[in-house]
């Protein structure tokens, strides 16, 4: 609870701070910031009860850049007599930190809790670099790994999600034996789309899906072309023929939510008496 002093010597100075209802903030940053100070508020004055919806309330809207957040409420519920929640708290802050200094603090902190008793939960998600854990709903591994922490037995609901990947939710249920689990997500699939313009009539667009004309074939028609062809993200094949022109072939790249637009310009084919 060291952090709530700190933040009370700024408190006083701020206007509109008698009301105990959640201070609506003009973006989840700023909001996150009005929660967490009027929760070490509430908190410094013994309103344990009243506290616990403002941390919730940082927690959920910037819980990276309040991970003291996370450390109060355990505190504060501790100090209410809530000894699961709290010891899930203090292993969510270890875990968010991801310190040896942490990891000892949230130890020490949860002496009198019968976390001894309890089993270890090791969650884990890939591709990790870019990868992010939630439980109940809480961000609890901002570097993809959470664990292994001792947890209260019970269910927890877990997201693991990435940027660009298909999240997974799924209910893990914790009692007396270790749990470890990993996901691998799905990469999603972007698209954009292509436009080919050629400058001859009656000339023959054929688009395939992948760097070569021997994947699927996306488009076949004559050109003017009536609407762009949705590709996914990557590169493509573009074939471009006509009679008395030279074959014109290209890989074109596709770039998420964009459109790819190739300008054609075919070369008549020298007559085979001189070739």
Same mark, same amino acid.
């Given at each position: ?31 996150? $910031?009005?929660?967490?100070?009027? =929760?070490?508020?509430?908190?410094? #004055? /013994?309103?344990?009860?009243? !506290? @616990?919806?403002?941390? *919730? ?10 991970? $003291?957040?996370?450390?109060?409420? =355990?505190?504060?519920?501790?100090? #209410? /007599?809530?000894?699961?929640? !709290? @010891?899930?708290?203090? *292993? ?16 020490? =902190? ?166």
């Amino acid at each position: 609870m060291r952090a709530w002093i700190t933040i009370l010597v700024l408190l006083w100075a701020l206007p509109g701070w008698a009301q105990d209802e959640p201070a609506a903030g003009p973006d989840p940053t700023v909001a996150a $910031l009005d929660a967490a100070t009027r =929760a070490n508020e509430l908190a410094s #004055r /013994g309103r344990y009860a009243d !506290a @616990v919806p403002y941390y *919730q309330k940082a927690i959920r809207l910037d819980g990276r850049n309040h991970e $003291l957040a996370y450390f109060n409420l =355990a505190e504060v519920q501790k100090a #209410r /007599g809530n000894c699961r929640a !709290a @010891v899930l708290m203090f *292993q969510l802050y270890a875990s968010m930190v991801a310190s040896p200094e942490a990891r000892a603090e949230a130890n020490a =902190a949860m002496k009198g809790c019968p976390v001894e008793k309890w089993p270890t939960l090791e969650l884990k998600v890939e591709p990790s670099h870019a990868g992010e854990i939630l439980i109940d709903g809480v961000l609890a591994a901002p570097g993809g790994t959470f664990g292994p922490l001792r947890v209260p037995p019970g269910s927890y609901e877990v997201t693991f999600q990435a940027a660009d990947h298909h999240p997974e939710l799924e209910t893990i249920e914790v009692k007396a034996e270790p749990v470890s689990v990993t996901r691998t997500l799905k990469k999603m699939t972007f698209f954009g789309t292509i436009v080919v313009n050629v400058d001859t009539e009656g000339a023959q667009v054929r688009i395939f899906e992948g760097p070569s004309d021997e994947t699927k074939e996306l488009f076949k028609g004559l050109v003017p072309m009536k609407k762009p062809v949705k590709a996914r993200e990557g590169r493509h094949f573009v074939e471009v023929t006509c009679d008395g022109y030279d074959r014109w072939i290209r890989n074109v790249s596709v770039g998420r939510d964009l459109e790819s637009v190739v300008d054609v310009t075919l070369r008549r084919s020298l007559p085979p008496e001189i070739q």
